[in-house]
């Protein structure tokens, strides 16, 4: 059956290291693959896109990687603060648009 | 630039009636989709307009959830007879192209509960 699933529901780092999150699917062929920052009370937040001929996308201190062999992406973000605390999910996009699919989500907490 | 607006941000309903919920998409958005998250679950795809036409409506879970993009600007969603298993969050979002490479900018949802 078709799944996706990220790391941990839950993630505490300390401020300055860095946070790697990890979302892995199954019996999908994305043509491209999003995460999303989503914060309580509001809509999820775009943050990077990458395609499945790409390898690595980097955006200021975010970095997405992106391996359709192992069905696996990993979202870094490197010298983190406690503002980066939020859920981010992993969105796999299956129709070129037309709908996509998320993952439940890791509540990354930075602490001070 | 105006983001995608969505309202009421919260509505509460009896079992049985019916509620009308409305995204307003980024000015110039041809793509609006509708998306909701129930509780404890992923955040699940209802449907896909493009300008005033359904693209795909493969995620609406019954007949009783209507969807409508006069127009091809606003969108609005009514669910009528409401049920308890209709409650979540309703989220719109909308993209000028499909495919963006820019994503897509979501709403803040509508939090409906049925009660």
């Known amino acids: 059956s078709q799944k996706i699933e990220q790391n941990s529901e839950a993630l505490n780092i300390q401020e300055g290291k860095t946070a790697t999150l990890t979302c892995n699917y199954t019996?999908?062929?994305?043509?491209?693959l999003q995460w999303y920052r989503q914060d309580p009370g509001r809509g999820p937040v775009f943050l990077l896109l990458?395609?499945?001929?790409?390898k690595e996308k980097r955006k200021e201190r975010l970095k997405v990687t992106f391996d359709t062999t192992l069905k696996q992406s990993l979202f870094h973000i490197t010298a983190s603060q406690p503002a980066d605390s939020a859920t981010y999910l992993c969105?796999?996009?299956?129709?070129?648009?037309?709908?996509?699919?998320f993952g439940p989500g890791t509540r990354l907490s930075v602490l001070p | 630039e105006a983001g995608v607006t969505q309202f009421p941000s919260h509505s509460v309903i009896e079992k049985g009636q019916t509620v009308t919920l409305r995204c307003d998409p980024i000015?110039?958005?041809?793509?609006l989709y509708w998306y909701r998250r129930v509780m404890g679950k992923e955040i699940k795809f209802l449907l896909h307009?493009?300008?005033?036409?359904?693209?795909?409506e493969s995620g609406m879970p019954n007949n009783r959830f209507l969807a409508e993009r006069t127009g091809g600007t606003y969108s609005t969603l009514k669910v009528q007879p409401a049920e308890l298993e209709d409650s979540g969050v309703y989220f719109c979002?909308?993209?000028?192209?499909?495919?963006?490479?820019?994503?897509?900018?979501f709403g803040s949802g509508t939090r409906l509960t049925v009660v």
């Open positions: 979002a909308s993209s000028q192209d499909t495919g963006s490479t820019d994503g897509y900018t």
């Open positions: 019996n999908y062929s994305p043509a491209y």
């Open positions: 990458i395609r499945e001929n790409e």
């Open positions: 969105a796999l996009d299956v129709r070129y648009g037309q709908n996509f699919v």
């Open positions: 000015s110039g958005h041809d793509n």
């Open positions: 307009f493009v300008k005033e036409s359904k693209q795909d």
